[in-house]
């Protein structure tokens, strides 16, 4: 298995380009099963979530071909059709390696009238339900069975029908599957306190593309007109913000200055406001935003929600960079009940972090010093690689598939700004 060595200590400068995003890929590939033309993908991460993706849709008959890019650059492009959807059925073993499976659900229901899909259980950051996303498909026409661990969905008389449905907490994934879904239904659906993530604008331009009849994209209401038919079309998927944002922290916790070429910054105002807040300086450009951390980093007051607020997924890479700032953070993570898990790693490089439910408290340290960590998801692994950068001495990041699944080409990103990192094959 490999892990992450790196040694810390260099200060990162220069250009990391900005891949695309891991999870709009993962809600515009499964829009391939809406319609039998062609859909093509571009700028899709080279990510094993995507591969995993890829093969998921193999299973259901959607044929994908991929043509590489030249070496040196990023972004590939994927071309996939669903002449006829061959199975209707994602098993558990596709399920269970990558959550956003259940994201086949609502479009295979749409194109198909019926759909199973394994539950995906619960993971490392909380339990995960998805409650919601067979709650919405069931305003739309849908009924529902739960048995031996799979969900059954199927369309009476083979084809869903409008409805409206108003989430009683805000959702990503069942706003995207909902939306999938009533694209192809009869009559008009309307979705109430949907999801306003970028990835879900994303999905919906695509969804117009194919030609599918949106109104209020970026709104918590989408009002959605099913069509008899969806077309093929080609996208480019949207930069991803929280990789650029974790890259932004590697500039704040080395002193360093890194150009985010591609990142957007409207897709990510709550972090660059947090940025700012913690002494960054950012400049915006007509490629990308530039990070630099001159001064002393200052302690900041976080807590995570839906966007437009502060995205779950940059709270560990925050942590780590205040970890080093002048003086006490306060974090509270109010979307994942269990999203703390890199702590204790943290804590073994020389953190300082105390736990009370679902806040913590960071009490700035003068220093980090590497240790060998190990991490149990995405995102608290990028934490500790943050951390290594960081920290007098080596470090060295176990069961590096968890930053496989969403940063690409992670160590040629930070080699190339300074970082001393490797991808080391432990056998
Ligand atoms: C592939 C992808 O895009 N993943 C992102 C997506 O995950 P995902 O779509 O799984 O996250 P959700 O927005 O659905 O989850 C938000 C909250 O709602 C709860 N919930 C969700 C669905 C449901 O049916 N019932 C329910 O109770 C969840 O347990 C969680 O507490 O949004 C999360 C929140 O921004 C991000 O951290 C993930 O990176
Ligand atoms: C939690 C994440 O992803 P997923 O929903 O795919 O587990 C993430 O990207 O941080």
């Known amino acids: 298995m490999d892990s992450i060595w790196i040694k810390g200590g260099n200060r990162l400068e220069g250009k990391i380009p900005i891949s695309g995003a891991k999870n709009a890929a993962l809600t515009l590939l499964p829009c391939a099963l809406l319609t039998d033309e062609k859909l093509t993908l571009t700028n899709l991460p080279r990510l094993a979530d995507v591969d995993t993706f890829s093969h998921l849709l193999n299973q259901l008959g959607v044929s994908t071909s991929v043509a590489g890019v030249k070496k040196g650059e990023y972004g590939r492009r994927m071309t996939l059709q669903a002449d006829d959807i061959a199975s209707t059925v994602a098993p558990y073993d596709m399920v269970r390696k990558m959550r956003a499976s259940v994201l086949v659900l609502g479009p295979m229901l749409a194109r198909a009238g019926e759909s199973t899909v394994s539950l995906p259980g619960g993971c490392a950051i909380g339990d995960r339900p998805i409650d919601l996303h067979l709650q919405a498909l069931e305003c739309l026409g849908a009924e529902i069975e739960l048995a031996a661990g799979y969900v059954k969905a199927s369309a009476p008389k083979g084809r869903l029908s409008g409805g409206d449905y108003s989430f009683p907490v805000v959702s990503v994934g069942a706003t995207e599957n909902a939306l999938m879904a009533a694209v192809l239904a009869t009559g008009r659906t309307q979705l109430f306190n949907a999801a306003r993530e970028p990835e879900i604008v994303d ?115 925050f942590m780590a960079m205040l970890a080093l700032a002048q003086g006490d953070s306060f974090l509270e993570e109010t979307i994942f009940e269990n999203r703390y898990m890199h702590v204790p790693e943290l804590r073994r490089m020389g953190a300082s972090i105390d736990i009370h439910g679902r806040s913590a408290i960071v009490h700035g340290v003068e220093k980090l010093t590497g240790a060998q960590v190990m991490a149990t998801d995405l995102r608290a692994s990028m934490s500790l690689v943050l951390a290594g950068l960081a920290a007098e001495g080596e470090t060295e990041v176990l069961r590096v598939y968890h930053l496989d699944r969403g940063y690409e080409r992670l160590e040629e990103k930070l080699s190339a700004v300074g970082a001393t990192i490797e991808r080391r094959s432990t056998g």
Request: with cysteine; charged share 15%; proline share 5%.
């Open 203 to 317: 999905l919906c331009n695509l969804l117009v593309a194919m030609g599918a009849k949106i109104e209020g994209i970026g709104s918590g209401h989408l009002i959605i007109d099913g069509v008899e038919g969806l077309n093929g079309t080609t996208y480019e998927v949207m930069p991803d913000r929280i990789e650029a944002g974790s890259y932004a922290c590697a500039a704040g916790i080395t002193g360093g200055s890194i150009d985010l070429i591609g990142a957007r910054p409207d897709d990510m105002r709550a972090t660059l406001n947090a940025l700012a807040h913690a002494g960054l300086m950012l400049e915006f450009h007509d490629k990308g935003i530039k990070v630099s951390a001159d001064a002393p980093l200052k302690p900041l007051a976080l807590s995570t929600a839906p966007f437009p607020g502060f995205a779950t997924d940059m709270q560990a890479q």
